[in-house]
């Protein structure tokens, strides 16, 4: 928790490289979804590159993760997918993760990006602000839509030369 309150805000540090984001959707989802929860991953072979940081990717992907997790209960199924995709004319990767959990009601929907902006006790309401950031940061989109008692759908689009706004290079 802690950490979520020093990291947000902050944009990503160190220089950006090549993400293999085939790799780091399979590692992270491994790592985040427990045994219990059935996970399916759907990982296609012919993603871009993105040019972007590592860690804050992982960071937003893993936040996604563990509210899916959270709304899932025991038996829950998770599904993640890498896709090609496109954003403002340039190739992407659309991240996606679904769960079959308790959902979110329409009038919460828009808010749940907001920093502080949690319906758990002890949440911090900061794991989606900080997951959108990064994403930003990568110049790429977030949506979400969901069902109450059916289930929740994050998305994240980022654009193949993802952090190259900020390349000084
Ligand atoms: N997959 C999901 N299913 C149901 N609700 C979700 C999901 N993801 C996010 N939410 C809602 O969005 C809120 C904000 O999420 P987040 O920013 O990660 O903060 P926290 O997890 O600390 O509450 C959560 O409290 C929850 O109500
Ligand atoms: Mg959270």
């Given at each position: 928790?802690?950490?979520?309150?020093?990291?947000?805000?902050r944009?990503?540090?160190?220089?950006?490289?090549?993400?293999?984001?085939?790799?780091?959707?399979?590692?992270?989802?491994?790592?985040?979804v427990?045994p219990g929860i059935?996970?399916?991953?759907?990982?296609?072979?012919?993603?871009?590159?993105?040019?972007?940081?590592?860690?804050?990717l992982?960071?937003?992907l893993?936040?996604v993760?563990?509210n899916?997790?959270?709304?899932?209960?025991?038996?829950?199924h998770i599904?993640v997918?890498?896709?090609v995709a496109?954003?403002?004319g340039r190739d992407?990767?659309r991240?996606?993760?679904?769960?079959?959990?308790?959902?979110?009601?329409?009038e919460?929907l828009?808010?749940?990006w907001?920093?502080?902006?949690t319906n758990?006790p002890?949440?911090?309401?900061?794991?989606?602000a900080?997951a959108?950031?990064a994403?930003?940061a990568h110049?790429?989109?977030?949506?979400a839509?969901?069902t109450?008692?059916?289930g929740?759908?994050?998305?994240?689009?980022?654009?193949?030369?993802?952090?190259?706004?900020e390349?000084?290079?």
């Amino acid at each position: 928790m802690a950490r979520s309150f020093a990291e947000f805000g902050r944009l990503p540090e160190g220089p950006p490289s090549e993400v293999d984001m085939g790799e780091l959707v399979r590692y992270t989802a491994r790592s985040s979804v427990p045994p219990g929860i059935a996970l399916d991953l759907q990982i296609d072979e012919n993603l871009p590159r993105v040019y972007g940081h590592n860690g804050a990717l992982a960071g937003a992907l893993s936040n996604v993760l563990l509210n899916a997790v959270d709304a899932s209960g025991q038996n829950g199924h998770i599904t993640v997918k890498a896709s090609v995709a496109r954003i403002g004319g340039r190739d992407a990767v659309r991240i996606s993760v679904a769960d079959d959990g308790k959902g979110i009601a329409a009038e919460n929907l828009a808010t749940i990006w907001e920093p502080y902006v949690t319906n758990k006790p002890g949440g911090t309401g900061l794991g989606l602000a900080i997951a959108r950031q990064a994403v930003w940061a990568h110049d790429g989109t977030v949506n979400a839509t969901s069902t109450l008692g059916k289930g929740t759908e994050i998305q994240f689009t980022i654009p193949a030369n993802g952090a190259g706004a900020e390349r000084i290079d």
